[in-house]
């Protein structure tokens, strides 16, 4: 059985769901190195979420939640979907990935929407689903958000030395 480590998480393999054999035949792991079905994230033992594929490739990850019904989509909250976005972005940080994504795979849906914050896309969209990864590094997030606020201003020579900035976090990062 493997097990990753990813500070404060241990994320370890569940039991495989049979209703999940479609969501496995739609999935498209041509951009990825690596896929882990049914993962359980614990914190301090005690297990915190469930994601349903996790694919990664040498400096991105994505997590997956499916849901095999309508029905079962919306007795997920907005709430929930926020954390285990949250939970998605500490742990591709804690495993040292640059980049994550965390979206939601119905089962019956009719077509593309978002719920807290997250995609929600129809399984028969899935194989031809080319993952739009976002920064799990905080700081660049933050960076990115104050070089745009400062370009609407037309401050150019601030946002030129916020992107020297950038360059020198994200060599970091390498």
Request: hydrophobic fraction near 40%; aromatic fraction near 12%; include cysteine.
């Amino acid at each position: 059985m493997i097990e990753l480590s990813s500070e404060p998480y241990v994320l370890k393999p569940r039991t495989t769901p049979l209703t999940e054999a479609d969501f496995r035949l739609h999935l498209n792991i041509n951009w990825c190195r690596g896929v882990l079905f049914n993962v359980v994230a614990q914190k301090n033992a005690i297990a915190v979420v469930e994601y349903d594929a996790l694919l990664w490739s040498d400096d991105a990850i994505m997590f997956i939640e499916y849901k095999d019904s309508t029905a079962a989509y919306k007795d997920l909250t907005s709430r929930r979907i926020q954390q285990m976005n949250s939970f998605a972005k500490n742990i591709a940080r804690g495993l040292g990935y640059k980049s994550f994504v965390f979206i939601v795979v119905v089962k019956g849906l009719e077509e593309r929407t978002s719920k807290g914050g997250v995609e929600v896309m129809p399984l028969f969209l899935l194989g031809n689903y080319e993952p739009q990864f976002t920064s799990s590094i905080t700081e660049l997030e933050y960076l990115n958000k104050i070089m745009a606020k400062y370009a609407r201003e037309g401050k150019e020579d601030f946002v030129k030395d916020l992107e020297k900035l950038k360059k020198i976090f994200e060599m970091e990062q390498s």
